[in-house]
C-alpha cells in the first residue's frame, strides 16, 4: 500500500508560480499511475492533471491546459505538478492520488479511480 504526502502549496500572487511535490512511499512507485485533484471551499472536488505509470502520458483539465506540467522522477519516488500564469481561481486545496493502472500507458480522470490519496496541500493564489 503506497503512502502519498504533499508539499509546495502556499500563498503566491496572480501570474505567479508554484510546484507541488507529492512523494510517495509504503509502495512500488513505478508501479502507480498518478494523478492531481483539487477542491476549491464550497465545490466538489475536481480533476487537475493525470500522468502515467511510465510517465509517458500526461492529461490535463481544460482549466489547467498549457499552464500546468505534471511529470514524475521515478528514481526520487516522487511527482511534480509545476503551475505557472496562476490564477485566484487555482486557489484550492491540492490533493495526490494514485492507482495501479490497466497499462503503463493508461492514466484516470475520476476520483472514484483511484485507490490512494495525500492529505492535500492549500494553494491560495491572490489577485
Known amino acids: 500500500q503506497v503512502q502519498l504526502v504533499e508539499s509546495g502549496g502556499g500563498l503566491v500572487q496572480a501570474g505567479g508560480s508554484l510546484r507541488l511535490s507529492c512523494a510517495a512511499s509504503?509502495?512500488?512507485?513505478?508501479?502507480?499511475?498518478l494523478g492531481w485533484f483539487r477542491q476549491a471551499p464550497g465545490k466538489e472536488r475536481e480533476f487537475v492533471a493525470a500522468?502515467?505509470?511510465?510517465?509517458?502520458?500526461?492529461y490535463y483539465a481544460d482549466s489547467v491546459k498549457g499552464r500546468f506540467t505534471n511529470s514524475r522522477d521515478i528514481a526520487k519516488n516522487t511527482v511534480y505538478l509545476q503551475m505557472n500564469s496562476l490564477k485566484p481561481e487555482d486557489t484550492a486545496v491540492y490533493y495526490c492520488?494514485?492507482?495501479?493502472?490497466?497499462?503503463?500507458?493508461?492514466?484516470?480522470?475520476?476520483?472514484?479511480?483511484?485507490?490512494?490519496w495525500g492529505q492535500g496541500t492549500q494553494v491560495t493564489v491572490s489577485s
Open positions: 492520488a494514485a492507482r495501479r493502472p490497466l497499462s503503463s500507458s493508461s492514466y484516470y480522470y475520476t476520483d472514484v479511480e483511484y485507490e490512494y
Open positions: 509504503g509502495g512500488t512507485f513505478s508501479s502507480y499511475a
Open positions: 500522468i502515467s505509470r511510465s510517465g509517458g502520458t500526461t
